[in-house]
């Protein structure tokens, strides 16, 4: 169910959401109602700790009170002010935006989870299951009413840029050692593989890597380092080549 959802922002500027599968959003949910028995665990001792000390019967109105009013609080509290997520989201990664991609609004946590009961309740349940499955942006009923839609957040990609050849001298041009018998062919390509390699997708690098990088770094003696990115010794291999053989 993971899909992509492109958003165009007021700038003209498409930005792209990946949208959480059943999954994802079953494992955050589920971690939630387990802090939430905890909670009802610790108030419920609290309280008849506090009853017997007090004597007042108010006490069990109060519980009664929280048992309802908890759950709630929980998730919108979470989703209000703690930028879309519960600490089940913060855990598999998603967050609850607006449809339109921006930040959940304190109005919109609240209508989406007070028609929590809908998606729950044996009468609607499947209702809410189908919903998520049968529109273009997963959402159940809550979050058709409020307008939202729940996303993975992407991860962080690493970004490396290649030094430029006229810098003369790499950093870890003593790291891949004297590559004897190297040839013309292999630093053309491993030249163009550096200087193409930051716009290339996480798994064509990868596959070039493979099928590029180290066929000829292990024909030349180079070490792998295991805290050194690949892309970092193809880099000094060219410009200690390029040097040497006055192609800079």
Request: glycine share 8%; charged share 15%; net charge positive.
């Amino acid at each position: 169910m993971d899909q992509d959802i492109a958003i165009l922002t007021p700038e003209k500027a498409i930005v792209t959401y990946r949208l959480a599968g059943l999954g994802s959003r079953m494992l955050a949910h589920l971690i939630d109602v387990i802090m939430l028995v905890a909670i009802f665990v610790l108030i419920t001792f609290m309280t008849a700790a506090l009853g017997i000390v007090l004597g007042s019967p108010l006490l069990i109105g109060f519980l009664l009170v929280g048992v309802f009013a908890i759950p709630f609080l929980y998730f919108i509290l979470q989703e209000a002010y703690l930028n879309g997520q519960t600490i089940g989201k913060k855990i598999t990664g998603c967050r609850v935006r607006m449809a339109d991609g921006t930040p959940i609004t304190p109005t919109a946590a609240v209508g989406r989870n007070l028609m929590r009961p809908a998606d729950l309740l044996p009468g609607t349940y499947l209702i809410g299951l189908i919903a998520v499955f049968t529109n273009a942006k997963s959402q159940r009923i809550g979050d058709l009413a409020a307008n939202t839609i729940v996303c993975l957040e992407r991860k962080p990609l690493q970004m490396y840029a290649v030094a430029p050849h006229k810098a003369g001298y790499h950093a870890l041009e003593s790291a891949v050692g004297d590559l004897p018998g190297m040839t013309m062919e292999e630093y053309v390509a491993l030249r163009r593989f550096a200087d193409r390699f930051p716009e290339l997708s996480t798994q064509t690098q990868a596959r070039l890597i493979a099928e590029v990088y180290a066929p000829i770094a292990d024909r030349r003696g180079v070490p792998h380092l295991p805290q050194v990115h690949p892309i970092y010794l193809a880099e000094a291999i060219v410009m200690k080549y390029g040097r040497e053989n006055g192609l800079l």
